[in-house]
């Protein structure tokens, strides 16, 4: 299966609504929403260009109808062992954040606390099915890339190092990061408190650099462990917040600015490299090129990609807007392999051994 890549027009905030609204859904014959967007030719404005994803959702899209329609879905396949993965792109304003994160109020809810209402009620049904023989524990992992460097959110700014935690490449050939913390979950609200929390390490850490959250890339790990005697089956999903994607060169930026405009843009910069190298069958794709994209590991990872494009409708975002529809209406060519994860299975401690986690590999099926 290819990367599914869905494209979200935001509608017009208050202050924009005497706003030339440029970006258009195309409809089908019948009235009804296409899988099209439109926009100017900058150069040629009486000349539109098309872009076509595999969902358009336009400005009056709730956000239950995207939750629905996009990641609700794949929370079977996730319990099934499959690793998912859901990632917000697009230009700062454009409402990557309130698709994933979304508002306290329960109709503005975002993507990720519904992502884990769906996963514990679930995670309730199985247990409750099995009469208590499967077991499912979600632990949760949440941090941020900034300047190329990554930080535990779960940890108060203070722990921070300034070099920050780095990544490991897994026998498996996942990308982790090492020494990342890792919360146990119980229930939504234990779930709740711990992203507040984090999002909160999230905004003093920025404070302190004078910098801003819409220039690091936020990553919520979701780690499903589900135990039935002596199997054990895990699976991730990850939801990310990626900073915006606009081009810092024609916005004016201090001194400062423009050395971490320099770092965002170039992990995003590698990613649409990473996007164009794979959409051409490239044998040799530059994801170690940044930390953000070795993270992503677009295509790499077995399971399910889901690239939401968030956009504004109007003009004064036209260039980046441009930019942004181009990247990613070349995603849709890469191709993801839906595999699910090993089951492993529990071992009985060794006696000659005090190492290891009593967990090993062993193929499902001889
Ligand atoms: P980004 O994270 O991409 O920088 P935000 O999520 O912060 O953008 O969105 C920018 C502004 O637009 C915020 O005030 C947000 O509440 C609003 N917004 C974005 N998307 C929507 C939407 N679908 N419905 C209503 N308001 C939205
Ligand atoms: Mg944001």
């Known amino acids: 299966m290819s990367v599914r890549v869905v494209a979200r027009i935001r509608p017009l905030l208050d202050k924009e609504l005497d706003k030339d609204v440029i970006v258009h859904p195309a409809s089908n014959d019948d009235g009804r929403t296409s899988n099209v967007v439109k926009i100017p030719n900058p150069k040629n404005e009486s000349e539109e260009f098309s872009f076509t994803f595999n969902s358009v959702y336009e400005q009056?899209?709730?956000?239950?109808?995207?939750?629905?329609?996009?990641?609700a879905p794949h929370i079977k396949s996730l319990f099934q062992g499959l690793d998912v993965t859901i990632f917000a792109y697009g230009v700062t304003?454009?409402?990557?954040?309130?698709?994933?994160?979304?508002?306290?109020?329960?109709?503005?809810?975002?993507?990720?606390?519904?992502?884990l209402s769906g996963v514990f009620r679930r995670a309730k049904k199985i247990t409750k099915d099995s009469d208590g023989e499967t077991s499912v524990a979600v632990a949760l992992s949440y941090y941020e890339i900034y300047n190329d460097k990554v930080f535990?959110?779960?940890?108060?700014?203070?722990k921070r190092t300034p070099s920050g935690l780095p990544l490991r490449a897994e026998a498996n050939g996942r990308t982790v990061v090492a020494g990342l913390s890792e919360r146990p979950c119980q229930d939504v609200r234990d779930f709740e408190r711990l992203y507040i929390e984090a999002n909160n390490n999230r905004i003093t850490a920025a404070t302190k650099l004078?910098?801003?959250?819409?220039?690091?890339?936020?990553?919520?790990?979701?780690?499903?462990?589900?135990i039935t005697g002596d199997m054990v089956r895990e699976s991730t999903a990850s939801a990310i917040d990626l900073a915006g994607s606009e081009d810092n060169r024609r916005t004016e930026n201090d001194k400062e600015r423009l050395v971490e405009s320099a770092a965002i843009n170039?992990?995003?910069?590698?990613?649409?490299?990473?996007?164009?190298?794979?959409?051409?069958?490239?044998?040799?794709?530059?994801?170690?090129?940044s930390k953000m994209t070795r993270i992503l590991s677009l295509g790499q990872n077995n399971g399910i990609t889901i690239m939401i494009l968030n956009l504004a409708p109007i003009r004064s975002y036209h260039l980046d807007t441009l930019s942004s529809l181009n990247v990613s209406s070349r995603a849709k060519r890469i191709e993801v392999r839906e595999i699910e994860n090993e089951v492993v299975f529990k071992q009985p401690p060794r006696t000659n051994s005090g190492s290891g986690s009593g967990i090993t590999r062993q193929p499902l099926r001889p």
């Open 60 to 71: 009056a899209t709730s956000q239950e109808q995207l939750f629905t329609a996009e990641v």
């Open 93 to 115: 304003g454009t409402g990557k954040t309130h698709t994933m994160r979304g508002g306290l109020k329960l109709a503005d809810r975002g993507v990720i606390p519904r992502l």
């Open 152 to 158: 535990d959110l779960l940890e108060p700014p203070e």
């Open 210 to 226: 004078n910098a801003h959250s819409s220039r690091s890339h936020a990553i919520l790990r979701v780690k499903l462990t589900q």
């Open 266 to 289: 170039k992990s995003l910069f590698v990613l649409s490299q990473c996007i164009d190298a794979i959409s051409r069958g490239d044998r040799r794709i530059p994801f170690r090129e």
